[in-house]
């Protein structure tokens, strides 16, 4: 087994150019579902909405701005190999390259130090580190920005394994109801099930790295993914909450062991701005 | 229908507006989201004078990206309304005649809006580049110390926007999957 060594330095260049990617060009999958669904809207008002929504890719292009003003909070994923080793400090080194990157590209910084204090840390650090350990040597960097208009729309429900999964689709379409117009629709849900209370949120976001045209690789829930796809569309919410058939661009369930009491579900709620960007370093 | 307005706005200009309708807006719109509306209530509160005129005023609730080197401001979409609505009435019953944001609003803010003969218009949320080339102009007037939050009066051009709540107690995020919903059977 050899080990190879990685410099803190080459992590921080990679999340400073995937901060800078993610906010001003959107994943091929989740543009690909927005122009599907403009060109399958019926509903005037909502049609006409996604087709500002598609001018505003090419403003943010032509313009060199990002896409949405609210270009989050940091969250970094890193799939580490275990016998890779990182010299330097891996977390000051994510926080570098968030600083540098929002700087700059000129985003905003949306951060702040404490959240009763209120006060903006100026340089969008720190960032949300998720490390994951996997076999091998490598490093795959993920930037996730998440806005705060859907994030504050997500919720967790620790139900009861009787609910099953009839439970889960009345928590998810509850949710997608009383979110409504807030989350910027047509709207992208990460849901976790399964896991510890914790463990099922961070499931729902790592659902959001999905792409959106890669179903579950369980077909019981791939298929439960396309059912919700479809209930959450006949909600009639529409792009902006202006109705029409487009609420829903993607759903992507992760899924994990559970505690035989236990029935978790966590609904991560993002937006028609769904952004990541990944890189190997 | 459509409409294109210019600041400042009377309660006659905006009684025709119905929610569902378009509005190209043009002229000075101000800048304020949480932590400014909270300074806001507390000047308020000490007797003091807001940052800009209220009368007729439009203000948008938003936080723009920064700007780069010669442009007038970054991307600059709108956030929700909702988390306003505490300080919202205050304010139209002193003058505010129309707000731009996204989201639902509270009982409340809509009873005001209608006491008030005022708006509230949708821009598109998420749009934040789109919404940035309609600004012509933008300086912050007030508490720069808050970046993005900072009160702004912005100079903007033909804005792109879509009446929410209008004065006679419209709501679009009522009637319009309503009527989505009704044309497809299913209500």
């Known amino acids: ?281 | 229908m459509r409409y294109a307005l210019q600041t400042p706005l009377s309660r006659e200009m905006l009684d025709p507006l119905r929610a569902g309708d378009t509005v190209l807006l043009s002229g000075t719109v101000y800048t304020a989201r949480d932590a400014a509306h909270a300074r806001m209530a507390a000047l308020l509160d000490a007797g003091g004078e807001l940052p800009f005129p209220l009368r007729g005023a439009a203000l948008y609730y938003v936080g723009p990206t920064p700007e780069r080197p010669g442009r007038p401001i970054g991307a600059a979409g709108p956030t929700t309304a909702g988390r306003m609505d505490g300080y919202t009435p205050r304010l139209l019953a002193l003058g505010l005649a129309c707000m731009i944001g996204k989201g639902k609003r509270s009982a409340a803010v809509k009873e005001s809006v209608v006491q008030n003969g005022a708006v509230y218009l949708g821009a598109i949320g998420g749009a934040g580049a789109l919404l940035a080339a309609c600004v012509e102009r933008c300086e912050i007037i007030a508490w720069p110390d808050l970046g993005c939050e900072a009160v702004r009066r912005l100079t903007v051009k033909d804005m792109p926007l879509t009446v929410l709540l209008d004065a006679h107690g419209g709501d679009l995020y009522e009637s319009g999957p309503a009527a989505w919903l009704a044309a497809q059977g299913r209500e």
């Open chain 1, 1 to 281: 087994m050899s080990v190879r060594t990685i410099p803190a330095a080459a992590i921080t260049q990679t999340v400073e150019r995937l901060c800078i990617e993610a906010n001003t060009q959107l994943p091929a999958d989740v543009r690909a579902a927005l122009d599907h669904a403009a060109a399958t809207e019926p509903w005037p008002l909502a049609r006409q909405t996604l087709g500002l929504l598609q001018q505003n890719l090419c403003a943010a292009r032509e313009n060199d701005l990002p896409i949405c003003q609210d270009t989050g909070m940091a969250c970094v994923f890193l799939e580490l190999g275990q016998d890779a080793h990182i010299e330097g400090d891996l977390a000051a080194a994510v926080d570098e390259g968030v600083r540098r990157g929002y700087e700059k590209a000129y985003l905003r910084r949306s951060v702040t130090a404490d959240p009763l204090r209120r006060v903006n840390t100026g340089d969008n650090t720190p960032a949300f580190l998720t490390v994951h350990l996997v076999p091998g040597s490598g490093c795959r960097v993920t930037v996730v920005p998440k806005g705060a208009g859907s994030e504050n729309m997500s919720r967790l429900a620790m139900l009861k394994p009787a609910d099953g999964v009839q439970g889960v689709k009345a928590f998810v379409l509850e949710t997608v109801r009383l979110a409504g117009s807030n989350p910027c629709p047509p709207i992208v849900l990460g849901i976790g099930i399964g896991g510890t209370f914790d463990g099922c949120a961070a499931l729902a976001k790592r659902a959001l790295l999905r792409p959106l045209d890669v179903p579950n690789k369980d077909p019981r829930y791939a298929a439960l993914e396309a059912e919700l796809l479809e209930a959450v569309n006949a909600l009639g919410i529409g792009p902006q909450g202006f109705g029409g058939k487009t609420t829903c661009l993607g759903v992507a369930i992760e899924q994990r062991p559970t505690h035989v009491a236990c029935l978790p579900v966590a609904v991560n709620v993002s937006c028609h701005v769904t952004r990541r960007a990944a890189a190997d370093v």
